[in-house]
C-alpha cells in the first residue's frame, strides 16, 4: 500500500532497540565532516564504476515506454512535432517548488540531461524539455531554441525567433553556455552580467530544448523559476508577481501534470507551490508530490520527512515521492547520472529511510508511477483534445474564409472585387425581382419597400399636394368674404385681375396656366421627401448587401466610399430629372392629349346642370308626363358671366390637375426612382464587374491590396489550417487505438 510503513509483524523487542542504535549511528555518520564525505564520495565512485562495468546502465525514461503508452503518445507526439500545442494544450509534466528546492536535479534525474545544477539561470526563466523518438536518426539531436511571451512585441519575437541551435553532444558545459546566450537575448543577468545591466530578472519567454533519438520515449517536461518568501534587492515582489503568473499560466492548464517539489529541509506549512498546486488543481487529480535532500535532513528530523513521506502529515491523491540527488561534492568527483541512481537506491535502503515504502523511493520507481499517470491522462484527454481540433479547425476556416481569397497582385485584386461584384449583383436582382429571403421590413427587400412608399407619396400627393381643395358640383359660390379662403375666391380674384381683350364669359388662357401653378406648388416639397426615403431605403439596403458580400469592414468601407461617390452623382442626377420633370409640368403650357380631360369636363358640366334641375325640385326617375315650365328651367340655370367663368375654370383645371398629377406621379416612379435610382447607372447598380475592370492598378490596390497585418494573419491561418488538417487526420487514424 503507497505511503504505508514498511514493517515486519515478527519484529521482537531487542531488534528494535538493536536498529535503534544503527539510526544513532548512521546520523552520526552523516554529520562527518566535509573531507570525510569527500572521501566517501571517492570510493563510492571508484566502486560504482567497477559495478557499472558489469551491468548495463539503467535510463529512468525507459520505465515511460510500453506498447500502450506508445500508441498514445505517438499521438500527442506527432501532434506536438506539428506545433498543434500553439492552438491546444497537450499533456506535459511541469515541475514547480521553491528555490533551491532540488527541481534541477530532480529534472537532471529525469531526463539524464546535464543540467548545471550548481547554477541559477534556470530559474529565471522557464526551461522546456521534448523528447521525441526518431529512427532517422542514429544518435541524440538537441534542438535549442526561445519560445517568446505571448505578449512580447514583434520585434523582440524576431530577435529570438534568430536563436536557434542544433547539437549533437550535449554536456554540461554546452548547456551552461546555452543558459547564458538565453539569458543574454532575454536580457536577464548572466554569471559575467551584472543585473544593473539587464532590463528585467525574470523572464516569461521559455527555453525549449528538444531532444530526438531513436532511444528517446515521448515526453514534455517543464521546469519553472523557484518560489521565493523574502524580496530582496535582487529578487523584488514584482519579480515575484511575474513567477506566479508564469507558474500559474503552466498549472492552471488541465492537461498538465503538477511535480510538485518539496525541499525536506524546509517545513511544509511555509511551502507556497502546495497551496498554489491546490487552488489550480482542487481534485488533486494532476499533483504529484516530490520529496528531495532527504540525505541532508538533520540527526533527529527524519521522523517529520518519514511522515509526509507516508502521505500522514499532507495527503496527496497521488501520494509522495522521494529522491536523492547527487550532491555538490559527488559532482565534483564526476559521479555520473547513472552512478547517481545505484547512490540513491542504496541510500533508500539504510535506516531510517527504508521504512518509507521502497516502491515510492527513486527516480526509477517515480518514472514509472510518472508513466502510469501519464498515460492515463492521455487517454482521459484525448477526446477532449479531438474535439478542440476539430473546433480550432471549424473557426480557423471561418476566419480565414472571412478574409477572402489572396490579394497580392493586381490580378489577384481584381479577381477578388469582380467575384465580390457579380455576387453582389445576384443579392441587388433578388432586392428589385421580388425574391426575398428575409423576414419582415428587412432592408435587403427593397422592392417591397419601395412600392410601399411609392404608394404613401401617392395617397400625400392626392391629400396634401393641392393647394386649395377642389370643389365639387354641388358647392357654389359664395359671395363676400370667408374666414377661410377657398378656391373659387382664388380664381375670382385671379380671373377679375386677368381680363384681357376676350369677351365676356370666356376665360384667359393664362389665368388657368397661373392657377395651375398655384394649386402644383406643393408637388415638389413632397416629391423631395419622397425621394429623401428613397435614397435612404437604397443606401441602407446596400448596408445590408455589401455587409453580406464583403464581410470584411475594413474593405467594405473602402468600396463604399468609392460606391458613394457614385451613389451621389445618381442621386444628382434623380433631382436633375425631378426638376426637368417639374418645370415640363409647372411652367410650360397646359398639355394634354388625355381623353379623360374631355371626359372629366364633360362630367362636370352634367353634374352642374343636374345640380341646378335639383335645386328647381326635379328629381331622378320622375314621370315624364310632369308638366315642366320652361321659363322656370331658364331662370333656375341663368348663371352671371363671371359666375359661370369661375365654375369653367374650376371644373377645367380640376379636370386638368386629375390628369397631370396622375401623369406627374407616374414620371417619378418611372424616370426620378426606376431610371435614375433603381436604374443601371442607379446606386445599387454601381458596383459590377464592368465598375472593377475599370478601377486603376492604384485603385484596386487601395480597396483590395492586403496590407501587411492582414498578409501575415492570413499566412498564420494557412499555416494553422494545414497542422490542424493533419492533426485531425493523425487522430483520426489512431482512435482506435485508444
Known amino acids: 500500500m503507497p505511503g504505508a510503513l514498511k514493517r515486519k509483524a515478527s519484529k521482537p523487542a531487542d531488534s528494535l532497540r538493536s536498529q535503534a542504535k544503527r539510526t544513532s549511528s548512521d546520523r552520526h555518520t552523516r554529520s562527518s565532516s566535509l573531507a570525510s564525505q569527500t572521501t566517501l564520495a571517492s570510493e563510492a565512485h571508484t566502486h560504482l564504476s567497477e559495478n557499472m562495468t558489469k551491468s548495463t546502465a539503467f535510463n529512468p525514461l525507459d520505465q515511460l515506454d510500453s506498447v500502450e503508452r506508445n500508441k498514445q503518445m505517438e499521438i500527442i507526439d506527432s501532434l506536438r512535432c506539428l506545433g498543434v500545442g500553439k492552438d491546444i494544450s497537450l499533456p506535459q509534466l511541469v515541475v514547480v517548488g521553491d528555490q533551491s528546492s532540488g527541481k534541477s536535479s530532480l529534472l537532471e534525474g529525469l531526463t539524464a540531461l546535464p543540467f548545471p545544477v550548481a547554477g541559477e539561470l534556470c530559474t529565471r526563466f522557464a526551461t522546456q524539455v521534448s523528447l521525441r523518438r526518431s ?64 532590463t528585467k530578472r525574470f523572464s516569461s519567454d521559455v527555453l525549449k530544448i528538444e531532444i530526438v533519438g531513436p532511444k528517446q520515449p515521448h515526453l514534455s517536461v517543464v521546469d519553472v523559476p523557484g518560489l521565493y518568501h523574502n524580496p530582496t534587492k535582487e529578487q523584488t515582489a514584482s519579480d515575484l508577481k511575474t513567477i506566479r503568473a508564469l507558474i500559474a499560466g503552466y498549472i492552471e492548464d488541465k492537461r498538465t501534470i503538477i511535480l ?135 473557426q480557423c476556416r471561418i476566419e480565414l474564409e472571412s478574409l477572402g481569397p489572396p490579394r497580392q497582385t493586381t490580378q489577384e485584386q481584381r479577381q ?17 425581382n421580388g425574391r426575398y429571403y428575409e423576414p419582415g421590413d428587412h432592408p435587403s427587400k427593397l422592392r417591397m419597400l419601395i412600392a410601399n412608399q411609392a404608394d404613401n407619396y401617392n395617397d400625400e400627393m392626392h391629400e396634401n399636394g393641392e393647394t386649395l381643395k377642389f370643389k365639387n358640383s354641388t358647392e357654389e359660390l359664395v359671395r363676400g368674404q370667408s374666414l377661410k379662403r377657398d378656391i373659387y375666391q382664388e380664381i375670382q380674384e385671379l380671373w377679375r385681375m386677368s381680363r384681357g381683350p376676350e369677351l365676356p364669359g370666356l376665360v384667359n388662357p393664362m389665368v388657368l396656366q397661373n392657377l395651375f401653378i398655384y394649386q402644383s406648388s406643393q408637388w415638389q416639397d413632397i416629391t423631395e421627401k419622397h425621394l429623401r426615403v428613397v ?83 326635379f328629381k331622378h326617375g320622375q314621370v315624364h308626363q310632369v308638366p315642366i315650365n320652361f321659363d322656370q328651367m331658364k331662370a333656375g340655370a341663368h348663371l352671371s358671366n363671371e359666375t359661370a367663368a369661375i365654375y369653367e375654370i374650376h371644373d377645367i383645371l380640376k379636370a386638368y390637375y386629375k390628369v397631370a398629377i396622375k401623369r406627374y406621379i407616374d414620371n417619378v416612379a418611372n424616370m426620378v426612382v426606376e431610371r435614375n435610382l433603381l436604374g443601371l447607372n442607379g446606386p445599387v447598380r454601381i458596383f459590377t464587374p464592368d465598375y472593377v475592370a475599370s478601377l486603376s492598378t492604384e485603385n484596386l490596390q487601395y480597396i483590395a491590396g492586403e496590407d501587411e497585418g492582414t498578409s501575415e494573419l492570413r499566412q498564420d491561418l494557412v499555416a494553422q489550417m494545414d497542422r490542424l488538417e493533419k492533426a485531425k487526420r493523425i487522430c483520426a487514424g489512431k482512435v482506435v487505438g485508444f
Request: charged fraction near 25%; charge should be neutral.
Open 535 to 617: 435614397v435612404s431605403l437604397i443606401s441602407e439596403c446596400n448596408d445590408v448587401l455589401f455587409e453580406k458580400v464583403c464581410p470584411d469592414e475594413h474593405i467594405r468601407c473602402k468600396i463604399r466610399a468609392m460606391v458613394d461617390k457614385e451613389m451621389s452623382d445618381s442621386i444628382t442626377a434623380a433631382r436633375d430629372e425631378l426638376t426637368a420633370i417639374i418645370k415640363d409640368e409647372r411652367q410650360g403650357p397646359l398639355i394634354t392629349n388625355n381623353h379623360y380631360l374631355s371626359d372629366n369636363i364633360a362630367t362636370a358640366r352634367q353634374e352642374r346642370w343636374i345640380n341646378s334641375l335639383t335645386k328647381m325640385g
Open 416 to 432: 477578388f472585387l469582380t467575384k465580390m461584384s457579380m455576387l453582389y449583383g445576384r443579392e441587388v436582382e433578388d432586392a428589385l
Open 135 to 198: 529512427s532517422k536518426t542514429a544518435q541524440n539531436v538537441y534542438t535549442i531554441s526561445i519560445i517568446p511571451a505571448a505578449d512580447a512585441s514583434d520585434q523582440y519575437k524576431q530577435k529570438l525567433a534568430s536563436y536557434q541551435t542544433t547539437l549533437h553532444e550535449f554536456d554540461e558545459e554546452s548547456f551552461s553556455k546555452v543558459l547564458q546566450d538565453a539569458a543574454v537575448l532575454m536580457d536577464l543577468p548572466t554569471t559575467t552580467r551584472v543585473t544593473q545591466k539587464a
Open 260 to 394: 510538485a517539489v518539496l525541499n525536506s529541509l524546509n517545513n511544509l506549512a511555509n511551502q507556497e507551490v502546495f497551496r498554489i498546486a491546490k487552488e489550480a488543481d482542487p481534485t488533486g487529480h494532476r499533483v504529484v508530490g516530490i520529496m528531495t535532500k532527504l540525505d541532508l535532513v538533520q540527526p533527529g528530523d527524519e521522523g517529520a520527512a518519514i511522515k509526509i513521506a507516508q502521505n500522514r502529515t499532507e495527503r496527496l491523491k497521488h501520494g509522495w515521492y522521494c529522491v536523492r540527488n547527487r550532491s555538490p561534492n559527488e559532482i565534483k568527483m564526476g559521479v555520473s547520472i547513472e552512478q547517481r541512481h545505484v547512490l540513491e537506491k542504496e541510500f533508500f535502503r539504510k535506516s531510517p529511510w527504508d521504512q518509507i515504502d521502497q516502491r515510492r523511493t527513486g527516480i526509477p520507481n517515480l518514472t514509472k508511477s510518472l508513466a502510469t499517470l501519464l498515460s492515463a491522462h492521455v487517454s482521459r484527454e484525448f477526446p477532449e483534445i479531438q474535439k478542440e481540433i476539430g473546433a480550432q479547425h471549424h
